[in-house]
């Protein structure tokens, strides 16, 4: 058993994020709204120096937790996420990793 964490940079990419995901044989996530440190003390410039101010809004991140069973759903996962929304070794797509579970109580299969 492994949890997933992910972060996706484009909040607007969601809905099909999950889809992907469920399609990958994911049963569930749970989705936390949130901000990473650079957007943090980035949205804290005075606007009036900020650089393209007029172009200036501050948007969050979706962090994304999902618990899987296997390895072969991670790289599912993985690979479905990709698809939507690029490499994750590219700039402005977020992050996804994995680790293993020593415990897990509560999680209810659909």
């Known amino acids: 058993m492994f949890m997933v964490m ?3 940079d484009n909040y607007e990419k969601l809905d099909e994020v999950l889809t992907a995901m469920k399609g990958a044989g994911f049963s569930g996530v ?3 709204e949130s901000t990473g440190f650079f957007r943090r003390f980035s949205a804290k ?3 009036r120096y900020a650089y393209g101010a007029q ?8 962090t994304l937790f999902a618990e899987v069973d296997n390895e072969d759903l991670l ?6 996420v990709q698809a939507v929304v ?3 070794n590219n700039e402005n797509t977020g992050i ?3 680790w293993p579970l020593m415990i ?3 999680i209810q299969k659909s």
């Open 45 to 47: 410039i005075p606007m």
């Open 55 to 62: 172009d200036f809004q501050e948007k969050g991140n979706a």
């Open 96 to 98: 996804y990793c994995a």
């Open 86 to 88: 690029g490499d994750f």
């Open 6 to 8: 992910m972060v996706l």
């Open 30 to 32: 749970t989705i936390i």
């Open 104 to 106: 897990a109580k509560g």
């Open 75 to 80: 790289q599912n996962g993985l690979e479905a």
